[in-house]
């Protein structure tokens, strides 16, 4: 079982930046490829990115540019630092992880973390 906790979200104006945070609560952390997925309502959910360890990133074509994944393996910590935020990316988003290969919908889920994009 792996717990995930999201934190970093929160309101921001467009074409501001937000980093959000996941801390993963096991010991193999290296042995699993880390997404965000978001929901916003009345949407389907939608899968963001993905980073497996040691391989290569993938992101939705929507944040492509703009939205970078990354991984502290020693820290058990994977982020999504988003810039040049717009109204569309609000949403609320989840850390997912899934033992490496990637599969779809991935095994764990954090509680999920709300991100605002309003003037």
């Known amino acids: 079982q792996v717990q995930l906790v999201e934190s970093g979200g929160g309101l921001v104006q467009p074409g501001g930046a937000l980093r959000l945070s996941c801390a993963a609560s096991?010991?193999?952390?290296?042995?699993?490829?880390m997404g965000w997925y978001r929901q916003a309502p009345g949407k389907q959910r939608e899968l963001v990115a993905t980073?497996?360890?040691?391989?290569?990133?993938n992101y939705a074509d929507s944040v492509k540019g703009r939205f970078t994944i990354s991984r502290e393996n020693a820290k058990n910590t994977v982020y999504l630092q988003m810039n040049d935020l717009k109204p569309e990316d609000t949403a609320i988003y989840y850390c997912t992880a899934q033992l490496t290969p990637w599969r779809s919908p991935p095994n764990y889920w954090g509680q999920g973390t709300q991100v605002t994009v309003s003037s």
């Open positions: 980073i497996p360890s040691g391989g290569t990133t």
């Open positions: 096991t010991s193999i952390f290296r042995a699993y490829t």
